[in-house]
């Protein structure tokens, strides 16, 4: 299986366009929303300025962009060209192709997070303590594990032409929703009540609290919970089918 | 004497999609170091045929062993090594980096240069797998196939997209596999591919078995030809129903079709009839045809 995850591995840190769109891209967006902001002015109810704010919510994004774009549309795929029947022709167990995926994915999402604090504390002074730095990129990256169960899901659940538009679809409809382009404090009441419940929100809500120095709010970590198991159990449901189905 | 289980055993194999039934109560058995060829037109029900011997599609009645196991333990063993008709590859990566993974993978792996050069894909190790020809991918999924020391070998159509030189080498390897004592099992809708490499035949027609013998019996039995020709008056079937080796007749209007095991003795004792046939033809059967015929004749024999 190690051999796999290698090459997966490889090929992820091969892709150029790939790594520009999903390392570059949220360090690029988080300047253009943080780069005009007054550095002291805070968000509303949250104590923190702008770019701080920011700077986790285009780190999460980042990460989710990593995992979820890369592996839906490459598994559906991958099923399609026979490449997955190719594998179950080897050695390899069946948790093995998913797991080189999803290993392929946080290869990706490790530098997305890091470039975004590094161009937030060098380009934005944005300044936490070392521990608040390490607690930030661990529960990022680990909480991206969430979304990339999600993006293998899409790509056993869709395939040829759909898989795109709807991980397309998820892709901003999660980015927008959870707040991470924009607080969710500048929506309507009615918004904010359905953002509440979005998984990119009390993913990015984790970070904040860790700038904010706080313990994590017990119904984000559930939140978040909940869609890792409903997302893992999809994918695993939906990878059975599709085995049967060969 | 030792008991060895057998390469391969159906036993009462059945797998329909919805109506169709591809695979109809099939049972054969593989022994070990034979060369089989399963023959069939497009529709026979080869591809299901294998994917049911790999352990890919699961049968809806009946059972199937490889070496006396399951074909998820017999691969996990390492005992298969196949290549898929439809076998995509893993695109963005080299041809020896592939090539490695499948000897990673393998419990009794070559040596990845060994492969490389075995299957012919030497000079193009490093060239990325989504920029090969149909030929060379279909090389590469030799290579795949062929990346360990397996017992049994299967090949679904494994020539197709390759031209004539390149299939004529990729059998001379696919022999040399089949020297070292292999099993070797391969799908083809080719009678010449089959008659050239195998020294076993199954006719694989609408799921079902039709006949299993060497390419030779198989040959014979599809070997029936066709004569047609015209004749003037009034047409009396009868003499022409008792001409030798005829199998099948066909008259209407003036036009005489006939199928037979010996067109040259037919159309011999058809002038002996003294009658004077216009517009002769005689044409050997396609192997769409030959199914059919081996068809009738197997159903003859039933009723």
């Not at chain 2, 004529?168 to 022999?175: K, S």
């Amino acid at each position: 299986m190690n051999s796999l995850i290698k090459l997966e591995l490889t090929r992820a840190l091969r892709n150029r366009k790939f790594l520009f769109f999903s390392v570059i891209y949220p360090s690029v967006l988080f300047l253009l929303i943080a780069g005009t902001a007054d550095a002291t002015t805070e968000i509303d109810g949250t104590g923190l300025t702008l770019p701080t704010y920011m700077m986790v919510s285009m780190a999460s994004f980042g990460a989710l962009t990593a995992v979820l774009m890369g592996n839906s549309e490459r598994i559906a795929k991958e099923r399609e060209s026979g490449w997955v029947r190719q594998l179950r022709l080897t050695t390899l167990p069946g948790r093995g192709y998913v797991l080189a995926k999803t290993a392929g994915a946080a290869v990706v999402s490790l530098p997305s997070i890091v470039v975004v604090f590094t161009v937030a504390a060098l380009v934005k002074d944005v300044r936490l303590d070392a521990w608040q730095w390490v607690a930030l990129t661990g529960v990022i990256w680990a909480g991206s594990l969430v979304f990339a169960a999600l993006g293998v899901a899409i790509g056993y659940l869709a395939s040829g032409d759909a898989v795109r538009p709807i991980t397309m679809i998820t892709y901003f409809g999660l980015s927008i929703l959870g707040g991470l382009w924009m607080p969710t404090t500048t929506f309507p009441g009615w918004l904010q009540d359905i953002a509440r419940w979005v998984p990119t929100h009390a993913y990015a809500a984790l970070g904040q609290a860790i700038e904010q120095s706080q313990a994590p709010h017990v119904k984000d970590i559930a939140v978040l919970a909940v869609f890792f198991a409903l997302f893992t159990g999809g994918a695993a449901w939906l990878y059975r089918k599709d085995t049967l189905k060969a | 004497m030792t008991t060895t289980a057998p390469v391969v055993a159906f036993d009462q194999v059945s797998k329909a999609y919805g109506e169709v039934r591809a695979v109809d109560g099939l049972t054969l058995t593989l022994h070990p170091g034979e060369t089989v060829a399963l023959l069939g037109p497009n529709g026979a029900g080869k591809s299901t045929t294998l994917d049911l011997l790999l352990g890919l599609k699961a049968a809806d009645n009946g059972s199937v062993g490889l070496f006396g196991a399951t074909p998820r333990e017999a691969i996990v063993g390492g005992r298969v090594g196949a290549m898929l008709q439809t076998g995509g590859l893993m695109d963005e990566v080299t041809v020896a980096e592939l090539v490695r993974l499948a000897c990673d993978l393998h419990p009794r792996p070559y040596r990845v240069s060994e492969v490389l050069a075995r299957a012919g894909v030497a000079q193009i190790a490093d060239r990325k797998v989504n920029k090969l020809s149909g030929g060379q991918a279909q090389r590469v999924r030799f290579a795949l196939a062929t990346a360990g020391d397996s017992d049994l070998i299967v090949l679904d159509e494994p020539t197709t997209g390759m031209d004539v030189t390149t299939r004529q080498a990729f059998w001379a390897t696919m022999r040399e596999q089949a020297d070292q004592g292999r099993t070797v099992l391969f799908a083809t809708h080719y009678l010449e591919e089959a008659d050239a490499v195998a020294d076993r035949v199954l006719v694989l027609h609408r799921g079902r078995l039709l006949a299993d013998g060497t390419a030779a019996e198989i040959k014979a039995k599809a070997g029936a030809r066709r004569v047609s020709f015209d004749l003037e008056g009034t047409i009396d079937e009868t003499p022409l129903r008792e001409l030798p080796f005829l199998t099948t007749i066909d008259v209407s209007g003036q036009t005489v079709r006939i199928q037979s095991s010996d067109a040259d003795a037919t159309v011999h004792a058809l002038y002996g009839l003294g009658l004077y046939p216009r517009n002769l033809e005689v044409a050997g059967l396609g192997l769409e045809q030959a199914f059919v015929a081996i068809t009738a004749a197997e159903e003859a024999k039933q009723s």
